[in-house]
């Protein structure tokens, strides 16, 4: 058995996972503010799961500074954790080795997973309460790309240099639009989201040197359908001969690609052990 825990800024997902990668158990509760609380609900949840002999686990999290090496992650992003040693918690918690990476990485390799008999080159962006990217080369984590997110994106936006996922998240569309993107059925509305996406979608083609394809998760990827095409007629816009736009694709399970992720790196890590 693998185990897989997705930190998200508002909720934290923990899943069993057999041999074969398929989720057997799985539990949500709230991401506390307070980390010593995540750790409590964390191994609360694990004593209530009828497995608990893991061969390796993957954890996700939202962090924009993560010290590799130590297994200490800096700084969370949207949760106020500074500083804590995160793999060595969850070792003792789960009682198997883990495996700590950023949750927009794991989810990339778990949809570029699913993608590899047709591109080599995936970028991920996943867009729920913040904004998140990644880019998989050859199903294996480019560790160089992403950490920082949508915040470390500075685009021009209503006349002053913006934040990406200050304008273009899931939060600041709840808080522009008075309601969460679930709740947003205009296609004007949906137009203008398509818009602010694509000033940072083009600005990741650039910078990454045109991934093959790019795949659209989290939250408000799940509402691909009502946007999809309004996003790639937006991105068409900035279609020149020396930029090759990737194909866009919806992301094939967007609210649970990162504890795939989490299976899929812990295998990659800790499977032939």
């Known amino acids: 058995m693998y185990l897989g825990v997705d930190v998200g800024g508002t909720k934290t997902l923990v899943?069993?996972?057999?041999?074969?990668?398929?989720?057997?158990?799985?539990?949500?509760?709230?991401?506390?503010?307070?980390?010593?609380?995540?750790?409590?609900?964390?191994?609360?949840?694990?004593?209530?799961?009828?497995?608990?002999?893991?061969?390796?686990?993957?954890?996700?999290?939202?962090?924009?500074?993560?010290?590799?090496?130590?297994?200490?992650?800096?700084?969370?992003?949207?949760?106020?954790?500074?500083?804590v040693p995160i793999q060595a918690d969850l070792e003792r918690l789960a009682r198997c080795?883990?495996?700590?990476?950023?949750?927009?990485?794991?989810?990339?390799?778990?949809?570029?997973?699913?993608l590899k008999h047709k591109y080599s080159r995936v970028a991920y962006v996943t867009v729920s309460t913040g904004i998140g990217y990644s880019l998989i080369e050859n199903c294996r984590i480019n560790t160089g790309v992403g950490d920082g997110g949508g915040r470390t994106i500075v685009l021009e936006h209503k006349g002053k240099l913006t934040p990406w996922e200050d304008f273009a998240g899931g939060r600041a569309i709840a808080e522009h639009y008075g309601k969460p993107a679930h709740d947003i059925t205009n296609t004007d509305d949906w137009r203008t989201i398509s818009r602010n996406l694509a000033k940072g979608l083009i600005h990741l083609i650039a910078v990454m040197q045109q991934p093959e394809a790019i795949v659209i998760g989290g939250s408000v990827g799940v509402y691909f359908d009502r946007y999809g095409k309004l996003l790639k007629a937006e991105l068409q816009k900035f279609d020149v001969p020396m930029l090759k736009l990737p194909v866009l694709l919806e992301a094939q399970r967007p609210e649970e690609a990162v504890i795939f992720g989490c299976y899929d790196l812990a295998k990659q890590v800790y499977g032939n052990e």
């Open 15 to 83: 899943a069993v996972l057999n041999n074969e990668g398929v989720i057997v158990e799985r539990q949500k509760f709230p991401t506390p503010k307070k980390y010593s609380e995540f750790l409590e609900n964390l191994g609360k949840t694990l004593d209530g799961f009828k497995h608990d002999d893991f061969k390796a686990a993957g954890i996700g999290v939202p962090a924009s500074t993560f010290n590799r090496h130590d297994g200490v992650g800096v700084n969370f992003g949207n949760l106020p954790w500074r500083n």
């Open 97 to 114: 080795p883990v495996v700590v990476e950023n949750d927009a990485k794991l989810a990339g390799l778990s949809e570029a997973m699913m």
